[in-house]
């Protein structure tokens, strides 16, 4: 049982960076894809990057394009959420999320860290 735990969320302030950590247990972790997704109050959960875990392909989504990055440290099994330029409408709890690529989609997800953004 893969257990992932998300960590480096805050308060900060419009057009401040954070960076997110997304620790994960097992040592041979190798997923097929990573993924950062994120919940704001009264919103539904929306990804905002994707990572291709074995190549480090990437995918962003319109909302943080050119914003935030998600890269990983394989010999620490982390994956992390650079996030650049921050907006009051990137307040949210962060979730990243494993999909092992055995046909069950995100099988795995952390509890969440929240990011608060103010004016």
């Known amino acids: 049982q893969v257990q992932l735990k998300e960590s480096g969320g805050g308060l900060v302030q419009a057009g401040d960076s954070l960076r997110l950590s997304c620790a994960a247990s097992?040592?041979?972790?190798?997923?097929?894809?990573m993924a950062w997704s994120r919940q704001a109050p009264g919103k539904e959960r929306e990804f905002v990057a994707v990572?291709?875990?074995?190549?480090?392909?990437?995918y962003y989504y319109d909302s943080v394009k050119g914003r935030f990055t998600i890269s990983r440290d394989n010999t620490v099994n982390t994956v992390y959420l650079q996030m650049n330029s921050l907006k009051q409408e990137d307040t949210a709890v962060y979730y990243c999320a494993a999909d092992m690529g055995d046909g069950t989609g995100y099988k795995y997800w952390g509890q969440g860290t929240q990011v608060t953004v103010s004016s």
């Open positions: 990572m291709w875990y074995r190549h480090g392909s990437t």
């Open positions: 097992e040592r041979t972790f190798s997923p097929f894809k």
